[in-house]
């Protein structure tokens, strides 16, 4: 198994962190993992991404352009990444602020309302962990137990009392994803 | 001895090296994209520690230096910067070889010429294997491919830098500075204790004893026979790093009718480029620098008498690709492919540059 994930949106929404969670998920579970941010001036109130892999196997580039699964949490980078999915390949968004949909007859399309659900249950701090359960119930990479112990590694101590909001943060996105084309 | 694992930058990896590694002092100055060499650094407070010395100079000049000092005081001590801080520290570099300094400056290159661009390149190549500063000297040029290597080519470093007494640049890049990994991270080895450096760096500067005459560290010498014979001693270490101490890592090359040369974040590209191709049919392999000098001469030489062409890849407009074709000696097309000014090749770059160079060629 190898799972090339881009993870896209505005700096702040907790993009570069969710895919630490998520690689730090897939270390605990003994899987081999990478992480490549965009860095420098696009991350300071621009857009932000990161590029994640999880694999059974030894990863040979972090560098990569063509991904398994797409998620998207904002127009500029549905715009730049839809494209980038293999075909086969899911893509998963938050419909917030989208005003072009995707719009591919060859990829497998989810969306997740996580600005809006977030700001329902208060949860906004959690927001990007919604998102990232609404990814593991379309492709399961890590399993829950692991997240947790990747929450453990890659919070600081002082935030170790938020980790069960984010589990429910989790849980929440499992629950309110939705499919929007499936092949 | 169990090795624990992190998940970490290439940055971070330099930073939790040079501290598990004894290193006594590190001197430099912020620049993207290694910032975080120092931040890590700044956060782990190892001078609470190990005694390791961490300053923020007032510039890159006055890094390395500092570097000299410490260095001519037979301490382990380091630099790190990106391109355009490097190039300020050409003068110290020269200094560091002409005087016989061990050092270690790290370089996560960054696209220029001038300040350029943040994002990564390698076109770096050339000031860090043919001088950069003035003078016949040669720097050992570890090119790191992973976070891993980010790390253990830090104790390298200072093996080779002791045991030649001679400057050691790691010559990264900002992507493989910028990416977390997974990484093992091994038992603290102590700083040296005084009686430790003398044995270790007898020609160090620091107190002399009544029992041996001043040890002077300098690149001078107006007396030009001298100054010929020192260079001849320093061409002789370079001939036996040559010798000695190249590295390289062979890929997917025992049946491989072409090969790519890369090395540092080209080389994983190209990992990923020859999965694509071999999905085509194409036997295509890898050569991966480790060392940049001394340069795998002859092992660029046996791939030259064996395959159908080469494929230099690394992002510059072709700088690498000049060594190559010198130990290739025209027994093969070599062609340069590579993306620069702070952008990355794709994998399917790197396969669809090979397939119109040099395959249909």
Same mark, same amino acid.
């Given at each position: 198994m190898t799972e090339e994930i881009i993870i896209a949106g505005?700096?702040?929404?907790?993009v570069l962190s969710m895919g630490k969670i998520l690689a730090y998920s897939g270390a605990m579970q003994d899987k081999e993992v990478s992480w490549m941010p965009s860095y420098g001036p696009e991350m300071r109130g621009g857009t932000a991404n990161v590029s994640v892999i999880i694999s059974d196997e030894r990863i040979s580039s972090p560098i990569i352009s063509q991904f398994d699964t797409a998620i998207i949490l904002n127009q500029q980078s549905l715009d730049k990444?839809?494209?980038?999915?293999?075909?086969g390949g899911v893509l998963l968004y938050d419909?917030?602020?989208?005003?072009n949909p995707p719009t591919r007859k060859d990829i497998n399309i989810y969306k997740v309302a996580a600005t809006e659900k977030a700001s329902e249950l208060g949860m906004a701090k959690v927001f990007n962990m919604i998102v990232l359960g609404a990814f593991l119930e379309v492709k399961p990479v890590v399993t829950e137990e692991f997240i947790e112990k990747g929450l453990l590694k890659s919070l600081p101590e002082r935030h170790h009392k938020m980790i069960p909001e984010n589990l429910k943060a989790v849980q929440t996105g499992k629950t309110i994803v939705e499919t929007v084309f499936e092949l | 001895m169990a090795k624990e694992l992190k998940l970490m930058k290439g940055n971070e990896a330099i930073a939790e090296a040079a501290i598990r590694s004894g290193c006594d002092g590190y001197f430099g100055y912020p620049i993207t994209p290694q910032s975080e060499v120092m931040e890590h650094l700044m956060i782990e407070k190892p001078w609470e520690t190990t005694g390791m010395v961490v300053l923020q100079a007032e510039s890159e000049t006055s890094s390395i230096n500092m570097v000299y000092g410490g260095a001519g005081a037979g301490k382990k001590v380091m630099t790190s910067s990106s391109s355009p801080g490097i190039s300020l520290m050409q003068e110290g570099l020269t200094y560091l070889a002409g005087a016989e300094l061990p050092a270690l400056v790290v370089n996560v290159v960054r696209g220029g010429p001038g300040l350029g661009t943040i994002q990564p390149s390698q076109a770096d190549y050339f000031q860090a294997v043919k001088g950069g500063g003035h003078g016949d000297y040669q720097m050992y040029v570890l090119a790191p491919a992973s976070v891993q290597e980010m790390y253990d080519f830090v104790f390298l470093g200072w093996e080779i830098a002791f045991k030649y007494r001679n400057p050691v640049m790691i010559l990264s890049d900002g992507a493989i500075g910028q990416v977390m990994e997974k990484l093992y991270v091994g038992p603290h080895i102590p700083r040296w204790t005084e009686e430790e450096l003398r044995k270790n760096a007898p020609w160090a500067s620091c107190g002399k004893p009544a029992d041996r005459d001043h040890n002077i560290i300098t690149? %001078?010498? %107006?007396?030009s026979a001298k100054q010929e014979l020192h260079n001849h001693k320093l061409q002789a270490k370079y001939r036996e790093m040559e010798e000695k101490e190249v590295l390289f890592e062979t890929i997917n090359?025992?049946?491989?009718?072409y090969i790519f040369v890369a090395y540092g974040s080209s080389a994983r590209i190209a990992q990923k480029a020859i999965q694509l191709g071999r999905e085509k049919g194409i036997k295509v392999g890898l050569l991966r620098l480790i060392t940049l000098f001394p340069f795998p001469k002859k092992q660029v030489a046996e791939f030259s008498k064996k395959v159908k062409g080469m494929l230099a890849v690394?992002?510059?407009?072709?700088?690498?690709v000049e060594d190559v074709r010198l130990a290739a000696e025209f027994r093969c097309p070599v062609e340069h492919f590579g993306r620069y000014g702070g952008i990355i090749h794709t994998p399917h770059e790197v396969l669809e540059a090979l397939e119109e160079k040099i395959i249909k060629g």
């Open positions: 505005f700096g702040g929404q907790g990444f839809e494209k980038t999915v293999k075909p419909p917030n602020g989208v005003f | 690149s %001078l010498d %107006l007396d090359c025992e049946d491989a009718e690394e992002m510059s407009a072709g700088q690498m």
